[in-house]
């Protein structure tokens, strides 16, 4: 860990803004009930009023909400179904992926036959009917990104358990009498942790998007506020009242964009040669 901290380019100020900008939208998490003991659906002013009017930081809604509560509260959400909605395909693609490059052959086939079958449809789409089957929640939604997102991880363990599988050290701890799952978690594993956790970074980024798309469109958690269900609600109030539409948006836009560009620094710091690589 101290190793990776110092590789991490502490200098750079995209990386110091993106990990400035993550670090707000968890603050922001945290306190949203202790800001806003209301709750993010109180009407606390006249509609749609603008920025910096009426003591409302960022305006408010349609209804009269405050804009800014709702981005504090949307943060939750998008958090949540980041964190959420990237273990969950982790974990199962590291499993498929696992099994599939360390024992090779019929299982192998058999694993990336399946891992073929989910890629081929598309991702929103499929997420789409999966949460309108099973209700719209923010259970379903997760269960959705899950089931979509697990593919890659799978194919990305797998060749890193190809690529492994015949070093000195796993022939080593076969020879020495030791069981498959004790190699795979303990010997090939952690040498094929860098790329994978690399993707993970990223696939928080992706689990928001896909969220704020499947609330923008009406079928978010009618329960909780998000910010694509606060996009989606005002989108017929752009011309007039942009700031309704642009702030949450905005949130979404510069989460995911800071998620992206630490995922990069961290591909970065665990494979430097990647850096070097864009360098010439």
């Known amino acids: 860990m101290r190793r990776l901290a110092a590789r991490l380019p502490r200098r750079d100020i995209v990386f110091v803004a993106s990990a400035a900008i993550l670090l707000v939208v968890v603050a922001m998490a945290l306190s949203a009930p202790f800001v806003f003991p209301g709750g993010p659906w109180e009407v606390v002013g006249p509609p749609m009023a603008r920025p910096l009017s009426d003591g409302f930081l960022l305006g408010t809604d349609t209804i009269g909400r405050s804009l800014l509560s709702g981005i504090f509260y949307g943060a939750r959400v998008s958090l949540l ?25 019929v299982v192998d086939d058999a694993l990336m036959r399946l891992t073929e079958l989910f890629q081929t449809v598309p991702h929103f789409m499929l997420a789409l009917v999966l949460v309108a089957i099973l209700t719209p929640s923010i259970g379903s939604i997760i269960i959705a990104i899950s089931v979509v997102s697990w593919p890659p991880v799978a194919r990305l363990v797998r060749g890193e358990f190809l690529i492994l599988r015949n070093r000195e050290f796993v022939e080593a701890a076969v020879l020495s009498g030791r069981g498959d799952a004790s190699i795979i978690l303990r010997e090939i594993l952690p040498n094929a942790l860098g790329p994978i956790v690399v993707m993970a970074s990223l696939m928080v980024a992706t689990a928001i998007l896909l969220e704020a798309a499947i609330s923008f469109i009406g079928l978010g958690d009618p329960n909780l506020m998000s910010w694509g269900y606060m996009v989606g ?43 070097l690589g864009t360098m010439r």
């Open 233 to 275: 609600a005002s989108r017929t109030v752009l011309r007039t009242a942009w700031w309704v539409s642009v702030m949450p948006g905005l949130a979404v836009f510069l989460t995911v964009l800071a998620i992206n560009f630490l995922g990069e620094a961290l591909n970065e710091a665990l494979n430097p040669r990647s850096a």
């Open 81 to 105: 179904v980041g964190i959420v909605a990237t273990a969950l395909p982790f974990l199962l693609g590291m499993l498929v992926g696992a099994v599939a490059g360390y024992y090779g052959g």
